[in-house]
């Protein structure tokens, strides 16, 4: 099993930045793929970013060029840099984790960016 715990959501003004953390209970070293994904009120959750052990990144169309996924296996640590926000990126945000073929989530954290 893994237990993932998010933090770093918050409000913020159009245009600014906030940095999601989250750690993991066990050694990243052995989970394939980290990745954020978003909820919005009345919409599905989504993917935003995902990154793999073998060091590749992936994002959605919306968020490209202004958010950064990361992870420090030392750490047990994932992060997404999110810089240039807007309003429409207001959403729960969720850490989930590809171990040993299923995926696990963290409780979420909220981001509103507000214009």
């Known amino acids: 099993q893994v237990q993932l715990v998010e933090s770093g959501g918050g409000l913020v003004q159009a245009g600014g930045s906030l940095r999601l953390s989250c750690v993991a209970s066990?050694?990243?070293?052995?989970?394939?793929?980290m990745g954020w994904y978003r909820q919005a009120p009345g919409k599905q959750r989504e993917l935003v970013a995902t990154?793999?052990?073998?060091?590749?990144?992936n994002y959605v169309d919306s968020v490209k060029g202004r958010f950064t996924i990361s992870r420090d296996n030392a750490k047990n640590t994932a992060y997404l840099q999110m810089n240039s926000l807007k309003p429409e990126d207001t959403a729960v945000y969720y850490c989930?984790?590809?171990?040993?073929?299923?995926?696990?989530w963290g409780q979420g954290t909220q981001v509103t960016v507000s214009s």
């Open positions: 066990r050694n990243m070293f052995n989970i394939n793929a």
């Open positions: 989930g984790a590809d171990f040993l073929g299923r995926r696990y």
């Open positions: 990154a793999t052990s073998g060091g590749s990144t």
